[in-house]
Structure formats: C-alpha cells, structure tokens
C-alpha cells in the first residue's frame, strides 16, 4: 500500500487528467449507478422546490437526478473538467462554481435547504473547516446528506493493519480506460465522523447501510450478491441545528 509520502505532491486525486474515463465508467457501475447514488436519492426523499447544494458535483450525474425531481440544484466541485462535463449534461439552467471544499464557499449564510455530500469527504483530512462553511451555507434544521467510504472497509487496507482509532491516510491505483491513476483518501472511525458533525453544529438524524437497488441484481449477479453481504460505503443525514443566531 503506497503512502501519501510516497506520491509526489499533487499527484494524485487529479480528476482533470482522467474525467472522460472516469465519467464512463461512474455512469453505469454498480456502486455508482445502482447502489450509491440511488442511496441518496432516497435519504433525500422529495426535493421539490428545495434549494439543494451538490458539493462536489463531479459531472453532476446526481445533480442532474435532483433537478429532475424538482429540486432547484447549485453544483460544486474542485475540478474544472468534471465541472465541462456537467455543463455539457445540465445546461445553462444549473449554476455550476469550481471551488475547493477547503476554502470558504461562494455563497450567503443560509442560502440552502440540503447540501449534498456524495462520496467527497474521505479525500479530506481535517473535516472541520469544510463542514462548518456548510453549515454556514445551510438554513437552520437544512439537511446534509453524505456518503463515504464505509470504515469497516477503509481499515482493511494497510498491512499490518492500521489503528482504527487514528484518522490515517491510503493510497493506491485505480484503473479507467486502461490508465492507472494514483488515488488517495482519508479513514475516520465512526465516532470521529459523528464527533465532526457535532462539532460543526449537526444533529445526527440517520446512519444508513442500505442495499443495492434490487433492479440490479440481473445485470450484475455475482458483484450484487458480493456487494449485498459487504458494506461499501456509510451514509448520514444530518441536520443544522438552530443556533438561535438571528
């Protein structure tokens, strides 16, 4: 397992070298299409006319979904040709905003109902910054919605195994169209994602671990039935609470 030390800086998590290839494949996986996003969807429940942050759009297979529900959907994301591709899905009708979740966010106090969250956070350090600004960003009782990596799964990667109990980094290759890129994430225990939430104003409302969408089981029988029986990833819904602030 190849350490964050070990790569050069910058190396890796670079979408804007692999979007296309990585786009082909997110559209119609099974944990992307048929088990994450749908996920989502669900914790989500109706949207309509809500005003809804996607950070971390990528691009915007989910912000897409949410429009099409009704949603009226402001997308985010770090990479500036993740964020082309989600213009050439979604048009002129969706704001798009290339803008690191590290930094502060280009928006008011309270301008959203629901910020969604899907699978960004892992690639985060420190989640303390980056959940107060979407705090900040949300109305009082808004919602966000997150999925990560599932920890049960991130701490199997390591030999000897890493302490569950520390926030550590990993680091390995992903293949799309042929091409390895280098990859790194973060791993939380469990008590240190909730702990963050609290910190930065949420209330834990939902931790879920939910199936594959059963619609999934024919076109992919022996990874549906791998997948059902093994968490991939963790997803929570939480919600700000009112601090009393005017």
Same mark, same amino acid.
Not at 187 to 208: C, E, N, Q, Y
């Given at each position: 397992?190849?350490?964050?030390?070990?790569?050069?800086?910058?190396?890796?998590?670079?979408?804007?070298?692999?979007?296309?290839?990585?786009?082909?494949?997110?559209?119609?996986?099974?944990?992307?299409?048929?088990?994450?996003?749908?996920?989502?969807?669900?914790?989500?429940?109706?949207?309509?006319?809500?005003?809804?942050?996607?950070?971390?759009?990528?691009?915007?297979?989910?912000?897409?979904?949410?429009?099409?529900?009704?949603?009226?959907?402001?997308?985010?994301?770090?990479?500036?040709? #993740?964020?082309?591709?989600?213009?050439?899905?979604?048009?002129?009708?969706?704001?798009?905003?290339?803008?690191?979740?590290?930094?502060?966010?280009?928006?008011?106090?309270?301008?959203?109902?629901?910020?969604?969250?899907?699978?960004?956070?892992?690639?985060?350090?420190?989640?303390?910054?980056?959940?107060?600004?979407?705090?900040?960003?949300?109305?009082?009782?808004?919602?966000?919605?997150?999925?990560?990596?599932?920890?049960?799964?991130?701490?199997?990667?390591?030999?000897?195994?890493?302490?569950?109990?520390?926030?550590?980094?990993?680091?390995?290759?992903?293949?799309?169209?042929?091409?390895?890129?280098? #990859?790194?994430?973060?791993?939380?225990?469990?008590?240190?994602?909730?702990?963050?939430?609290?910190?930065?104003?949420?209330?834990?409302?939902?931790?879920?671990?939910?199936?594959?969408?059963?619609?999934?089981?024919?076109?992919?029988?022996?990874?549906?039935?791998?997948?059902?029986?093994?968490?991939?990833?963790?997803?929570?819904?939480?919600?700000?609470?009112?601090?009393?602030?005017?």
């Amino acid at each position: 397992m190849e350490r964050l030390s070990d790569l050069p800086e910058n190396a890796a998590n670079d979408y804007d070298a692999f979007a296309e290839a990585y786009v082909a494949e997110n559209e119609s996986s099974l944990v992307n299409a048929h088990y994450e996003r749908p996920a989502m969807l669900a914790l989500a429940g109706d949207v309509t006319g809500r005003r809804i942050l996607d950070a971390g759009c990528g691009a915007g297979a989910l912000t897409a979904a949410l429009r099409d529900r009704g949603a009226d959907v402001t997308g985010l994301d770090v990479s500036a040709a #993740m964020l082309a591709l989600a213009r050439r899905r979604l048009g002129d009708d969706v704001a798009l905003h290339r803008v690191d979740l590290r930094d502060r966010l280009p928006f008011p106090d309270g301008e959203f109902d629901d910020v969604i969250a899907s699978l960004v956070l892992h690639y985060l350090e420190d989640w303390g910054p980056t959940l107060a600004e979407l705090r900040r960003v949300l109305r009082p009782g808004g919602r966000l919605i997150a999925s990560v990596d599932h920890p049960f799964v991130a701490y199997t990667f390591g030999d000897p195994r890493p302490d569950y109990f520390a926030t550590t980094d990993y680091a390995f290759d992903w293949t799309f169209g042929g091409r390895s890129v280098p #990859m790194r994430f973060w791993r939380k225990p469990l008590h240190a994602m909730t702990d963050a939430f609290a910190a930065a104003g949420f209330r834990l409302s939902v931790i879920d671990e939910p199936q594959p969408a059963p619609a999934a089981r024919e076109l992919f029988p022996d990874a549906f039935d791998a997948l059902s029986r093994s968490p991939t990833f963790l997803f929570f819904l939480v919600e700000a609470v009112h601090t009393g602030r005017p």
